[in-house]
C-alpha cells in the first residue's frame, strides 16, 4: 500500500493533523493507523480540559507561559512555551469551529477551570469529560473528508528506514530515512508494509510501564520504542508525571479512573488517614501546587503512615455546582458506594503522562527524514521537567498544526512519489517471517508485562535511588533477552510487540534516571536532592 500521508495514532494529535493535510490538500492522501477502536485513545480520557487564555481581562499570555516555566521547574524550551501559549488560542477557536462544546455560563461567557500550577482560571473544558468531546469533534470531521482512510485495529510494528534495505544504520548515520512502517493487519494477522512520502508519529503515552496508570491499555509507548530501535533520537525520558489523585480501588488492575485536579480547583481538600490537611506542610500553593510536588508529598504521607491511599475531600463543596461540573466523577464514585457529599473519595497517584519523547523540532520535525512526531510521544521542550495540567491537548493541536504546515511544503515540493519506480519504496523487502514459530503459551508474555509493571512502580516511581535504579536496570536485562528471544523465535503479536516496546520504554526511563545526577521536576533521586547547576536535556 502506498499513500502521501502516513499518520500512527487517531488522538487528538493524529486526528488534527490529517483533518488539516486533508483540508488543504484534497488531491493528495492520508492515511491514519491505529491499533485499536479509532477513539480508544489518551485523548478520550482527558478530564480536566484544555489550558488556553481565552479571558485577556484577567489573564495574559505572560501568566500562562510563566506558569508553564515555573512548572517546567528550569528545562522548558522558552521558545516553544511562546508558541504554544500564543498559537494555542487560535487552535482553540478552530476546534469550536469543527464542532467542539465547551462549556459556559447563562451569560455565554467560557466556564474557566482552574488546576495545580495554574495562576489563573484558564481551563476550557466540556464537563468532566473533556477529551471525549474533542476526540468526538475530531473523528466527526475526518469522517467527511474523502480524502482520509482510517483504519483501525491495525498495529505498527517498525518504522522502515534503509536498515531494512541492508544497510547498516548507527545512531551516527547522518541521514536516516523513513520509508513507511511494517503493520500487523489484526483482521487478517498478516504483516503488510506500508510506504509513505510522510509519517507522522502520534502514538500517544507509555502509561502501561506502571502498575497503576490513569492511561488505557494502548497506551504502551510503540512510538518512543520504534523510533529508537530506528537509531532516531529520544529526550528527557525520565520526567514520568504521576497524577496525584488516581481513584483507589483495591484489587482493579489497568487502568485507574482519574478524579480531575480541576476538583481541587473547585476547592476539594487532600487529607492523610489521620484527616488531616496536609498539603500546606510541603507547600504554600497546598493542594494546588504543581503536580510533581503534590504526588511526592501523597507518596511520603502514604509511606509514613503505611497505607495504600489518602483521601480527597469535597463533602464542603457546593453539591449541586458539584453535580453539573464533574458528572462522571459524581456518577463513579456513586456506583461503588461513595456519596461524595458525605464521603471522602480514596485516592493514590498513578502513572499519567509522560513529558519527555521522541525529540521534535519547532515544527515537530525529528533526527530521521519524513518523519515527524507529535502530542505525548513527543519532546518539544514545552514541559520541561514537569508538564503543566491541561497544557497537553493545547501542545497536541499547536505542533499538528506546525508538522501539517512543514510536512505540506515538503510533500507540494516534490514532483514525484519519491517510493515508487526506481527508488526507494519498491526496494523495501516484505516482512520476513522464516524460521518463526506459533507461540505456544501467552504466560510468557503476560507474566513479563506484570514484572515490568511492577519493577517500573518499586524502583523508578515517584521517588528514585541509585540502588533502586541500578536493580531495575539488572532486571530490564533480563526481560529485554527473554522478550528478544521470543521475538525473534515466534511469530509476532500486538501483545507481544507491545511488551517489548514497554520493555523498551522502561529501560529509557530508567536510563534518563541514571544518567540525570540532580532531582529536578518529576525526576527525584534521594541520592542526589538538590538541581544541578547545569541545565541539561538527556538526549539517548
Ligand atoms: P493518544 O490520544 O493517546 O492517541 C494515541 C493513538 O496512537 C491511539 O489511536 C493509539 O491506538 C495509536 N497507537 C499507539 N501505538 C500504535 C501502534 N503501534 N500502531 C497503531 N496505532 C498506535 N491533558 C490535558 O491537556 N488536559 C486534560 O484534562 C487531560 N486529562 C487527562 C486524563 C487522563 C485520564 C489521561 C490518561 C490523560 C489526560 N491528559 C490531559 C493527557 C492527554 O489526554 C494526552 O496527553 C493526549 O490526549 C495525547 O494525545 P495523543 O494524540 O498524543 O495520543
Ligand atoms: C486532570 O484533569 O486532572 C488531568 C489534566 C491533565 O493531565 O492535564
Redesign the pocket.
Known sequence: MKTDFLV????????TYALKVAQDCPDKTITI????Q?D????????????GVMDMDHDSFEKHIEDTLIAGDGLCNRKIVEIVVKEGVERIKEIIEWGAKFDKDKEGEYTLGKEGGHSEFR?L?HKDV??KEM?RTLLAAIKNKPNINLISH????DIITQHHLGFLVTKATPDIVCYGVY?INMQTNKIEKIISKIILL????N?QAYRT????A???G??VA?MYRAKGRIENMEFIQF?PTALYEPGIAGQSF?I?E?VRGDGAILRNNKGEAFMERYDERKDLAPRDIVARAIDNEMKVAGTEHIFLDCRHMDMEKFVHHFPNIYEKCRSIGIDVSKQMIPVAPAA??SCGGIKADEWGRTSINNLYA?????STGLHGANRL????????MVFAHRCYLDSVKKVKALTDFPSTGEGRGEAVPDWNAAGTTAPKEMILITQSLKELQLLMSDYVGIVRTNVRLARAMKRLDLLHEETEALYQDTEIS?QL??VR?LITVGYLITKGAQLRHESRGLHFNTDYPYKSDRLQNIVL
Open positions: 500512527i495514532g487517531s488522538g487528538i494529535a493524529g486526528l493507523l491505529t491499533k485499536a479509532s480508544e485513545t489518551n485523548t478520550k480520557y482527558a478530564q480536566g480540559g484544555v489550558a481551563i473544558h473533556t477529551g476526540e491495525c498495529f505498527v510494528v503493520v502520534a502514538t500517544g503515552g502509561g496508570t490513569t492511561n488505557p494502548i497506551a504502551t510503540d512510538g520504534m497524577h482519574l480531575t480541576a499519567h503522562y507529535c502530542g505525548e510521544c513527543a495540567a491541561s497544557n497537553s491537548l493545547l501542545e497536541a500486538p510487540c507491545e516496546n
